[in-house]
């Protein structure tokens, strides 16, 4: 009777108020089916992660690792999913696993709230007293610390070099290893874009880069000493720098001066064109490395890496792009057994070693950094210490925020480039110095944008000096 009463009083809901209930049984089951799968595990300790290849690494240090006292349960599954899990675990009171492994894009969404709501253990104090804050990059704990506390270990650096086609480059005479700034860059590639089919543009680009370019945008902004949020996670999309650097690199991309060439990172067209030689240089994080080598063998021994050329005399050079952290939930059921795996994965010497030799990663711990395995030459990059070259400029890497709302002024940055280099072609204005005005307007906008989707949360740092929202 109580069925049928339920089921009859039921009928008067609407289409989404069903669809609600239905996703809403269909998370529980999922939450139940993780629980119960973790529960059958021989009470293992359950680790979230999203990425194939690490799981490959860590498998056999795991097999050696019988005197931890429980196994490691690892749930391979996409990065969208653990966020989801994530959130809900940390918002909204449901379990999680002991260890999660997070994205760059990812980590910031857990820091949304006050500090005391942040899920993942604080780790400061425990990398103090172990030492791990020496021994770890500096830069490379940007993205996992909020208001001065760590909630994570850092898995990579991810330094950005330039890589370019030395073949071409040295067939026609030309030495990069005088290249200090972009300017200088550009000034020895320019006798290489001809236009010897006459068909009025360049046969080749100096640089693979465009406006509509998402990641690589962030890349050259922080090389140049752009940043989106300060010190305190409060927006500074309208910082004049911001401005001057936008202005340059939108400079690149249009007018009769223009270097620059949109090229896609990962498609069957972009490694074509890679092949083809269409563009000379382009902006490789480590990690880029690999992939050329699974999926664009044709390069090999075509092309090197040198540091990325500095946008002023002295600048920075190189940058920084993706990044991965290891969490550990406060709810966790053995957080000094999450601990020792933890620091096993990631600072091991044989999953760095390997981490190396299988996704041209390189690691944080500076003390792995005198490892053999990233001074051996490197086939590919015309036998290169390529490796060498990576952690040479390690510590220079620009920190990074962990704001959760970073990737929003990212799209809005985006966004910005995109209609400047608008505005340049419908004025026919190329010069960087007339284009910093339009530039300061956009992101001043973006600015505003971001300002107001922040004021939506009672717990952002955009405040007032009354303490009150802006």
């Known amino acids: 009777m109580r069925v049928i009463t339920i089921v009859t009083s039921a009928r008067g809901l609407s289409l989404g108020l069903w669809v609600m209930i239905g996703l809403m049984l269909a998370s529980m089951g999922v939450l139940f ?13 359950v680790f979230w992660l999203f990425s194939p290849e690490h799981r490959q690494l860590y498998v056999p240090l795991l097999e050696n690792a019988a005197d931890m006292g429980r196994p490691l349960d690892m749930q391979l599954m996409s990065i969208a999913a653990i966020e989801r899990r994530m959130m809900s675990g940390f918002f909204g009171g449901l379990p999680t696993a002991d260890l999660i492994e997070v994205e760059r894009a990812v980590i910031g969404r857990a820091f949304t709230g006050p500090l005391e709501s942040v899920g993942f253990l604080d780790l400061t104090d425990r990398l103090h007293a172990e030492g791990l804050l ?6 490379s704990f940007g993205p996992v610390t909020s208001r001065g506390r760590i909630f994570g270990l850092p898995h990579d650096v991810h330094p950005v070099l330039l890589a370019y086609r030395s073949d071409i480059v040295e067939a026609a ?12 860059y550009f000034t020895a590639v320019a ?34 000493g752009g940043e989106l949020f ?6 500074v999309l309208n910082a004049p720098r911001n401005a001057e650097l936008l202005a340059e690199i939108v400079s690149w991309c249009v007018g009769p001066d223009r270097v620059a060439v949109d090229i896609e990172d990962f498609s069957a067209t972009g490694h074509q064109q890679r092949i083809d030689g269409y563009a000379i240089g382009y902006l490789c994080p480590d990690w880029m490395c690999a992939i050329w080598k699974l999926q664009i ?12 050329p500095a946008f002023e005399p002295g600048g920075r050079r190189t940058s920084v792009r993706g990044g991965t952290m290891l969490g550990i939930p406060k709810d966790g059921s053995d957080i000094e057994l999450a601990w020792k795996y933890a620091k096993l994965l990631y600072t091991s010497p044989e999953v760095a070693r390997q981490m190396y030799e299988l996704t041209d990663i390189i690691s944080p711990v500076r003390s792995l950094w005198d490892d053999p395995v990233y001074h051996q030459p490197d086939p590919f990059f015309s036998n290169q210490p390529k490796g060498a070259l990576y952690i ?13 709302y970073n990737r929003q002024a990212v799209f809005l940055l985006r966004d910005a480039a995109v209609e400047l280099a608008d505005y340049a072609k419908r004025t026919q204005t190329g010069e960087p110095e007339s284009l910093r005005s339009e530039a300061a307007r956009l992101l001043d906008r973006a600015q505003a944008s971001i300002t107001r989707v922040m004021e939506r949360n009672a ?10 929202p802006q």
Do not use: Y
């Not at 059958?40 to 300790?45: G, I, K, L, R, T």
């Not at 020496?134 to 830069?139: R, T």
């Not at 005479?173 to 200088?184: H, K, N, R, Y």
């Open 392 to 404: 040479e400029q390690a510590p220079s890497v620009p920190v990074r925020t962990s704001s959760p």
């Open 230 to 235: 300060d010190a305190d996670e409060r927006p």
């Open 191 to 224: 006798p290489l874009m001809a236009d010897a089919n006459n068909d009025g543009e360049p046969d080749r680009w100096a640089l693979s880069f465009w406006p509509t370019q998402l990641d690589n945008i962030e890349v050259l902004m922080l090389q140049g």
């Open 297 to 308: 063998p044709q390069l090999a021994g075509k092309v090197k890496v040198i540091p990325l």
């Open 459 to 468: 717990f952002s740092s955009v405040r007032t000096e009354d303490g009150g």
């Open 173 to 184: 005479g030309i030495d990069l290893s005088t290249v200090e700034t972009w300017d200088d």
């Open 33 to 45: 089916k993780a629980r119960h799968h973790s529960s059958d595990a021989s009470d293992a300790v």
């Open 134 to 139: 020496d021994e770890i990059n500096p830069p």
